[in-house]
């Protein structure tokens, strides 16, 4: 079953080009490697008022840890890995840091871990690196990933094991390149995870970002996207199921700053059990030079029991009015009884009708993943927490 028409009976949202928020300024954020530029975060901001910043304090502390996470994977032929400086990260042309506990990671990681495609490759098969935690040490990380003009590539990372972890992944998109990365959060239950994802797109190169948070305590990751040239494209696709007292944050940001380009994105989440929460913000800004793009962002919440808490606040901020088209749709809700009513006339169980009702709301967004390689995990995933489910 595909979710395309909202057969779940959600509370829906949906806006059109004719909307514009003057007052967020979005772009206004500090962006910086230094760490000074950054104040301690005391859930008041706006970009941490949904987070547990309590919880997570000495992940915005100016300390260097000689913790690391384990990581393994044999790479593709078309891939490399070497250890470089920040300093030789920056000239790769990287974004800034958004938030204070990015760029503590940044400054405070051991090494920067840079994986290179060089222009006019195209990589067989999808990278797979297994990053695994090894307690409850605070661990810093930095990730860059080079993608050469017109070369093509699939990066996949998947994080398991109980690990505090606290990461800037870079991504650098050459023009006309083709890049897939995937960032699967299969952490143990107590596990904490911090991260901002930020990816720079070339000329006509297409990006496509999906982020899968499945375990952890609290995951809370920042995916944002600016343009170096005309006529790129993103996909940022993200799906998301909380059980009881998991905290899952996710925020994308699309800053629409040249001609011709075009951005989707496409997040769902399902909940279950007391204090499952999930919180999606989506910020897209279209300054007066963004001229033609298309834009679009789409958040779909489940809920599956009393006790979990949904937040969806997207955000449209459009500084022309010679664009394509640029909209936003956001819900959140429970089961349709009529829906599980027509399943169970037909003969089908009530809880298994519900567990194929989740699985169709899931099916769209996976459907869009075509990501082989990690296809097998992320069903056997699903069907974990599917079984765990307290409807």
Avoid: C
Avoid at 140 to 150: E, I, K, L, M, T
């Amino acid at each position: 079953m595909t979710d395309t028409t909202n057969p779940l009976g959600l509370d829906e949202h949906s806006h059109g080009a004719g909307v514009h928020v003057p007052d967020s300024k979005r772009d206004a954020r500090t962006r910086s490697f230094d760490i000074a530029d950054f104040s301690v975060p005391n859930g008041r901001e706006e970009e941490w008022r949904f987070s547990p910043v309590r919880k997570l304090s000495d992940f915005f502390t100016d300390a260097a840890s000689a913790a690391k996470l384990t990581t393994s994977g044999d790479l593709p032929e078309g891939i490399s890995v070497e250890e470089i400086t920040l300093e030789a990260a920056q000239e790769l042309g990287i974004l800034e840091p958004e938030d204070r506990a990015a760029v503590v990671a940044a400054n405070r990681a051991p090494t920067v871990t840079h994986y290179s495609v060089p222009a006019n490759t195209e990589v067989d098969g999808a990278a797979i690196i297994h990053a695994d935690g090894t307690g409850n040490d605070l661990t810093h990380g930095h990730v860059v990933v080079s993608v050469g003009a017109n070369a093509k590539a699939t990066i996949v990372v998947e994080h398991e094991g109980m690990a505090r972890y606290s990461e800037l992944v870079s991504l650098v998109v050459g023009d006309g390149a083709d890049v897939t990365f995937v960032s699967l959060q299969l952490w143990d239950d107590e596990a904490q995870h911090l991260g901002q994802h930020d990816a720079i797109v070339g000329k006509d190169a297409k990006f496509k970002h999906i982020v899968i948070s499945l375990g952890g305590d609290i995951v809370r990751l920042n995916t944002n996207v600016r343009y170096s040239a005309a006529g790129g494209e993103a996909e940022l696709l993200g799906l998301y199921f909380a059980d009881a007292g998991q905290h899952f944050e996710h925020r994308t940001y699309i800053d629409h700053n040249t001609p011709k380009a075009t951005s989707n994105v496409h997040y769902k989440g399902a909940l279950q059990g007391k204090d499952a929460r999930s919180v999606w913000i989506g910020d897209v800004l279209i300054r007066p030079e963004a001229l033609g793009i298309d834009t679009y962002e789409l958040n779909r919440n489940l809920i599956l029991s009393d006790g979990a808490r949904a937040d969806s606040v997207p955000n449209l901020e459009i500084e022309t009015g010679d664009i394509a088209g640029a909209g936003h749709a956001s819900s959140t809700g429970r089961f349709d009884e009529e829906h599980l009513f027509y399943l169970m006339s037909r003969g089908i169980p009530e809880d298994v009708a519900r567990q194929l009702v989740v699985r169709g709301f899931f099916n769209e967004v996976i459907q869009k993943i075509q990501v082989p390689e990690i296809e097998e995990v992320l069903n056997e995933r699903i069907e974990d927490e599917l079984s765990r489910s307290v409807l």
